[in-house]
């Protein structure tokens, strides 16, 4: 279930203008090891935040027996598409806690790391191609929005979770800054009742801020 507005039927979008702008995952029950899924996908939203447009694209994972394992929700950033009159949509914000965190890890990422990341489905050639790059502003590709959480999720299930991912209830981000393979990101983590509070930022540009607003929830 990868990051493909793409592939969307009726979204024709200049793939150079998008970003992954957040994620947010409930897992209604632990995940099978096998099983046959089907996915159902909507877009239950268009918002319009003037000179960009998002679009929130949600996606349940039904399993076998048609009940909901996951329900995501992604919400597309497209520069230059807004303006045309819409709702702005929500603007709640959920910030890290006035303290300390309780643990801080700095997560090293290989060059290649997004090419790695293309084989789970996300052919977005933003992420690969550094003509496209250009064209998007930046001077080289940049990592996906959900190879970044992923890691940042993965630390915290090894790291406090006892590496049980089936623990995991809920996750969710915004994706405030871009992040480039063979960055270094640093994963800042509050705990908070039975849910984890997130930041992080990419070391090697002075802590840029790359996740904001991210929370995991555990049972």
């Known amino acids: 279930m990868g990051f493909q507005v793409f592939e969307t039927p009726g979204v024709d979008i200049d793939l150079a203008a998008v970003l992954h702008g957040g994620q947010e995952i409930t897992v209604h029950r632990p995940l099978p090891a096998t099983a046959r899924a089907t996915t159902l996908t909507r877009i239950p939203a268009v918002y319009d935040k003037g000179t960009a447009a ?63 990341y293309r084989l789970a489905g996300d052919w977005n050639p933003l992420h690969a191609d550094p003509a496209t790059a250009r064209r998007a502003g930046y001077d080289r590709p940049i990592l996906h929005g959900l190879c970044t959480f992923g890691m940042a999720v993965r630390a915290v299930t090894d790291r406090l979770l006892d590496g049980d991912s089936s623990r995991i209830t809920g996750c969710g981000t915004r994706f405030a800054g871009v992040f480039h393979p063979g ?26 801020p790359v996740l904001t607003d991210a929370h995991v929830t555990a049972r």
Do not use: C, H, K, M
């Open 183 to 208: 960055e270094t990101l640093r994963l800042r983590v509050w705990r908070t009742g039975d849910a984890y509070r997130l930041t992080a930022s990419a070391v090697d540009r002075a802590d840029a």
């Open 54 to 116: 998002v679009i929130v694209q949600e996606s349940t994972l039904l399993g076998e027996d048609g009940a909901p394992l996951i329900t995501q929700r992604n919400q597309i950033f497209v520069r230059g598409e807004g303006g045309f009159g819409g709702d702005r949509g929500p603007s709640a914000r959920l910030p890290a806690p006035d303290r300390e965190p309780d643990l801080v890890l700095d997560i090293p990422t290989l060059p290649q790391q997004a090419l790695l």
